[in-house]
């Protein structure tokens, strides 16, 4: 089992950064890839980016490629996400994910354990 709880959220212009925390409980934390996906009232859940379990491997999606930046530290059983040059399109509720026995996350229907979500909101 594991708990996911993300904080860092908030409001912010566009063009500034945030960024995000996902504290896990557990002790397996370095066993699962890691990622975040975002949804949009009234929108699907996507996928913006995971992380494998040694931090070796990153991918994004195309959206955020160059301005978001996936880390972890196994030692904290902590996921962050850098949010740079954030653009009004980026606002959304952003989750915090974990997946067991997979090695490429991008799909929300591999996620073994969702965070509650944290609210990020970029103004023009």
């Known amino acids: 089992q594991v708990h996911l709880v993300e904080s860092g959220g908030g409001s912010v212009q566009a063009g500034g950064s945030l960024k995000l925390s996902c504290a896990a409980s557990?002790?397996?934390?370095?066993?699962?890839?890691m990622g975040w996906f975002r949804q949009d009232p009234g929108k699907e859940r996507e996928f913006v980016a995971s992380?494998?379990?040694?931090?070796?491997?990153?991918i994004y999606a195309g959206s955020v490629k160059g301005r978001f930046t996936i880390s972890r530290d196994n030692a904290k059983n902590t996921v962050y996400l850098q949010m740079d040059k954030l653009k009004p399109e980026d606002t959304a509720v952003y989750f915090c994910?974990?997946?067991?026995?997979?090695?490429?996350?991008?799909?929300?229907?591999?996620?073994?354990?969702w965070g509650q979500g944290t609210q990020v909101t970029v103004s023009s």
């Open positions: 992380i494998w379990w040694d931090g070796g491997n990153r």
């Open positions: 557990g002790r397996t934390f370095s066993s699962y890839v």
């Open positions: 994910a974990a997946a067991y026995g997979t090695t490429w996350l991008r799909d929300q229907r591999q996620v073994d354990y």
